[in-house]
C-alpha cells in the first residue's frame, strides 16, 4: 500500500519537480500539491494523508501554522518540513508546531524519501545542517540552566570535600588531603551544609550516594 502524500510548496517549479521524483517511487504517492497553508490544511482534512510536506514560507497560510493545525485535526497525519530556512527560529517553530522532520531544499531527493519512510515509523529526520541546530540548542539549554544536580550545586572543591567527608574522614584528615587549612575545610562544610540545606553528616552522605559522589 503506497504513502500518501500532500505537497505543499508556493513554488510550482519545486512541486512539479517533486511530484514527477515521487511518481517514481513505487511505495509513495503524490495525493495533492498545494499551494499555501490554507489548502494544505484543507486537504489534509479531506483526503487524511499519512505525510504532508510542507514549505515554511507560504502565501495566505504560513507553514509554520497550517502545521499546527493538520496535526490537531489529523493527528495520524505527520509532517515533514521542506525548506529553503536554515534558522534556527524556523526550525523550533517547526517542531513546536509538531512536524516529525526537517529537510532543506537543498537536499537530495532521496533524503526526502528516506525520511517519509522514517517519519512513519515514529522517528524524527533532521537533516544536516538542521540536526547540529538542534544538539546546539539542546546544549545551550544544559549549559543555561539549573538542573539541581549535585554537579550545579556544589563547586568542584566543595564536591570533594563532600566525597571525603561522606568516606567518613575528618576536617584534619581532609585539610592533609586537599593541602588546604582545617579552618578552610570548615567553611567549605558550612557552605555545603547551607547549599543543601542539609544539616547533619548523615545527611550529607546520603546525598552523596545518592549523587554518586561516593558508595557505600
Known amino acids: 500500500m503506497s504513502i500518501r502524500i500532500i505537497l505543499a510548496d508556493d513554488h510550482k517549479i519545486v512541486r512539479d519537480g517533486l511530484r514527477s521524483l515521487i511518481e517514481k517511487e513505487e511505495d509513495l504517492e503524490l495525493v495533492a ?7 494544505a490544511v484543507q486537504l489534509a482534512v479531506e483526503l487524511s494523508p499519512q505525510v ?7 502565501p495566505g497560510m504560513n507553514g509554520v501554522d497550517a502545521t499546527r493545525e ?16 536554515a534558522d534556527r527560529q524556523f526550525v523550533m517553530a517547526m517542531l513546536k508546531a ?7 531544499k537543498d537536499c537530495a531527493f532521496e533524503l526526502l524519501a528516506y ?13 544536516p545542517p538542521i540536526d547540529e541546530i538542534i544538539i546546539g540548542d539542546y546544549v545551550q539549554q544544559l549549559q543555561q540552566q539549573h538542573d539541581g544536580s549535585v554537579f550545579s ?3 568542584s572543591r566543595e564536591r570533594e570535600v563532600l566525597q571525603l567527608l561522606s568516606e567518613g574522614n575528618s576536617s584534619a584528615c581532609i585539610a592533609s588531603q586537599l593541602y588546604i587549612s582545617v579552618k578552610t575545610v570548615e567553611t567549605h562544610r558550612q557552605r555545603i551544609m547551607m547549599k543543601l540545606d542539609i544539616h547533619n553528616l548523615a545527611g550529607l552522605t546520603k546525598y552523596a550516594i545518592r549523587e554518586g559522589l561516593t558508595s557505600l
Do not use: E, F
Not at 33 to 39: E, L, P, R, Y
Not at 71 to 77: D, E, L, R, Y
Open 33 to 39: 500539491a498545494v499551494d499555501s497553508g490554507n489548502k
Open 52 to 58: 504532508v510536506v510542507m514549505d515554511i514560507s507560504m
Open 70 to 85: 493538520i496535526i490537531t485535526a489529523v493527528p495520524q497525519c505527520k509532517v515533514i518540513a521542506l525548506s529553503m530556512h
Open 98 to 104: 509538531g512536524a516529525s522532520g526537517h529537510l532543506l
Open 115 to 127: 525520511a517519509i519512510r522514517t517519519v512513519l515509523k515514529n522517528k524524527m529526520y533532521l537533516c
Open 153 to 155: 550545586v556544589l563547586s
